[in-house]
């Protein structure tokens, strides 16, 4: 079992930042994914960023630029830079992790965090 805790959601002014934070525990697999989705009031949930246990990343288009996602290894952490926050950033943010277990890969969720982004 693995156990995902975010922190680090809250409500900025258009133009501003914030730096959300997923902590892992648990039986985390050494080659593991690492990612963060959000999900708007009506919307689908849809991917934000990833990163693989080897550093590469991938980003949505509509952050590209914007938005930095690292990882420390060590500590089982995934944080996500977010610049430049615009309303349509608004969303509830949950931290998702992809786990081999047995030779099968496994999601875990975090509860999630809201991210409001408004004057």
């Known amino acids: 079992q693995v156990q995902l805790v975010e922190s680090g959601g809250g409500l900025v002014q258009p133009g501003g930042s914030l730096r959300l934070s997923c902590a892992a525990s648990?039986?985390?697999?050494?080659?593991?994914?690492m990612g963060w989705y959000r999900q708007a009031p009506g919307k689908q949930r849809e991917a934000v960023a990833s990163i693989i246990s080897g550093g590469n990343t991938n980003y949505a288009d509509s952050v590209k630029g914007r938005v930095t996602i690292s990882r420390d290894n060590a500590k089982n952490r995934v944080y996500l830079q977010m610049n430049s926050l615009k309303p349509e950033d608004t969303a509830v943010y949950y931290c998702?992790?992809?786990?081999?277990?047995?030779?099968?890969?496994?999601?875990?969720w975090g509860q999630g965090t809201q991210v409001t982004v408004s004057s």
């Open positions: 998702n992790l992809v786990n081999y277990e047995g030779g099968y890969t496994r999601d875990y």
């Open positions: 648990g039986s985390i697999s050494r080659i593991n994914a």
